[in-house]
């Protein structure tokens, strides 16, 4: 099994920046596929950013030139650095591990972007 614990949520003004960290531990494997999901109220789970165990990165259409996904495989650790935050960021993020069939998700941490 793996744990995945995020942390660096909370309230920010629209076009401001959050980095959104995530701790791997348990059975960690350094090919996983790794990344951040958010879901918001009313909507269904959606990928934000994906990142391959060779470190390619794969963005949703919507954060692209905004948002940056990282992974420290010596750490364990996941990050994914959002800037210019919009209103329709705010969502529960969650980080994702897979591994063939099997998925590992975080608790997830609050986003809310508002003035």
């Known amino acids: 099994q793996v744990q995945l614990v995020e942390s660096g949520g909370g309230w920010v003004q629209p076009g401001g920046s959050l980095r959104l960290s995530c701790a791997r531990s348990?059975?960690?494997?350094?090919?996983?596929?790794v990344g951040w999901y958010r879901q918001a109220p009313g909507k269904q789970r959606e990928p934000v950013a994906t990142?391959?165990?060779?470190?390619?990165?794969v963005y949703a259409d919507s954060v692209k030139g905004r948002f940056t996904i990282s992974r420290d495989n010596a750490k364990n650790t996941v990050t994914l650095q959002m800037n210019s935050l919009k209103p329709e960021d705010t969502a529960v993020y969650y980080c994702h591990a897979r591994r063939f069939d099997s998925q590992f998700w975080g608790q997830g941490t609050q986003v809310t972007v508002s003035s």
């Open positions: 990142m391959s165990p060779g470190g390619v990165p």
């Open positions: 348990g059975s960690v494997w350094p090919y996983d596929i």
